[in-house]
């Protein structure tokens, strides 16, 4: 079974500062990826980042990096620049690639950005 | 950009009636999936579809869901008889044959007095 752990139920930063958001993950899989959704105040899911297992390298979209270090089983979210609309929820979330599909997500971690 | 589109975006429901949500999703998608969450928690999920049956479901869901691709474009799920504890949004998403292109819907909230 996958299990997705999210220790941070709230974090604030200044705007146009960077701010880490913590993921681990737990699974006997060797081949899985992982995922970064910001869910904002009206409710919907926004997919931000994916990461696979076997990348080599940190995945980066805009803003957003993926820090991957898979001995320690770690996927942080990294928000750079922080801007008032990145005020929301933040799950991070798992699949294996083979068998099961569905994704396993973690509690969440609320982002308030600051002025 | 494609996207998946859920109807109604809010329902409310007295308790014991059964309830349709609907999803259209993204038309060369092959997965489709129904995720719930209560208010103020993480994300379930319920029940994958691929082919035209369940491929996967969890022990959320029980008898008293159902899903159905009834005409090749829409994937529903029905809740029988609902109870209170069944208030939730419901989400609906799907995905490609690679791992990594999950869509999802912007939700039903569903109500129920």
């Known amino acids: 079974a996958q299990k997705i752990t999210q220790t941070q139920p709230g974090m604030f930063v200044q705007e146009k500062e960077a701010v880490t958001l913590d993921c681990t993950y737990d699974?006997?899989?060797?081949?899985?990826?992982l995922f970064w959704y910001k869910q904002p105040s009206s409710g919907e899911m926004i997919f931000l980042i994916y990461?696979?297992?076997?990348?080599?390298q940190n995945a980066t979209e805009g803003r957003y990096s993926l820090n991957f270090q898979k001995a320690r089983k770690s996927a942080n979210l990294v928000i750079s620049a922080s801007q008032l609309g990145d005020s929301a929820m933040y799950f991070c979330a798992m699949r294996v690639t083979t068998g099961r599909r569905a994704l396993t997500f973690g509690s969440g971690t609320r982002l308030q950005v600051q002025p | 950009e494609p996207e998946v589109t859920q109807t109604p975006s809010h329902q409310v429901t007295q308790m014991g009636q059964e309830v349709i949500l609907r999803c259209v999703p993204i038309?060369?998608?092959?997965?489709f999936y129904w995720y719930r969450q209560i208010l103020g928690q993480k994300v379930e999920f319920l029940v994958s579809?691929?082919?035209?049956?369940?491929?996967?479901k969890s022990e959320i869901f029980d008898d008293q869901f159902s899903v159905e691709r009834p005409d090749g474009s829409n994937f529903t799920l029905k809740i029988r008889s609902t109870k209170l504890e069944d208030s939730a949004m419901y989400f609906c998403?799907?995905?490609?044959?690679?791992?990594?292109?999950?869509?999802f819907g912007s939700g039903t909230r569903l109500t129920v007095v």
């Open positions: 699974t006997s899989d060797q081949s899985y990826g």
């Open positions: 579809f691929y082919n035209n049956e369940i491929s996967e």
């Open positions: 038309s060369n998608h092959l997965y």
């Open positions: 990461q696979g297992s076997y990348d080599e």
């Open positions: 998403a799907s995905s490609g044959d690679m791992g990594q292109g999950y869509t």
